[in-house]
């Protein structure tokens, strides 16, 4: 069992930047594929972000190429994900998601997930 706990959400202006962060209760951090999700009010998940255990592959959505940064310290057991230009259409619940298979992350179905934190972006 892998427990999860984001942190770093907040209000923040549109152009402005934020990162989030999410620590992972496990011995076998780097063995697990990490991504980022969110989910805005009355619409479906969506998957933002993923990293490899090893840090060394990444993939983003589309609507956030070129604005955020997912990255990890595995000595930590934590993956970041650094925010920037934020536009109102990222206002969303973002949390993190663990998975061993990098695949299931990027297809949106890993195995363990956060709660979730608030990130508000006003126009």
């Known amino acids: 069992q892998v427990q999860l706990v984001e942190s770093g959400g907040g209000l923040v202006q549109a152009g402005g930047s934020l990162r989030l962060s999410c620590v992972a209760s496990?011995?076998?951090?780097?063995?697990?594929?990490m991504g980022w999700f969110r989910q805005a009010p009355g619409k479906g998940r969506e998957f933002v972000a993923a990293?490899?255990?090893?840090?060394?592959?990444?993939n983003y959505g589309d609507s956030v190429k070129g604005r955020f940064t997912i990255s990890r310290n595995n000595a930590k057991n934590t993956v970041y994900l650094q925010m920037n230009s934020l536009k109102p259409g990222d206002t969303a619940a973002y949390c993190c998601?663990?998975?061993?298979?990098?695949?299931?992350?990027?297809?949106?179905?890993?195995?363990?997930w956060g709660q979730g934190a608030q990130v508000t972006v006003s126009s």
């Open positions: 496990t011995r076998t951090f780097s063995r697990y594929n």
């Open positions: 990293i490899s255990g090893a840090g060394t592959i990444t």
């Open positions: 998601g663990a998975d061993p298979s990098l695949r299931r992350v990027v297809a949106g179905g890993p195995d363990y």
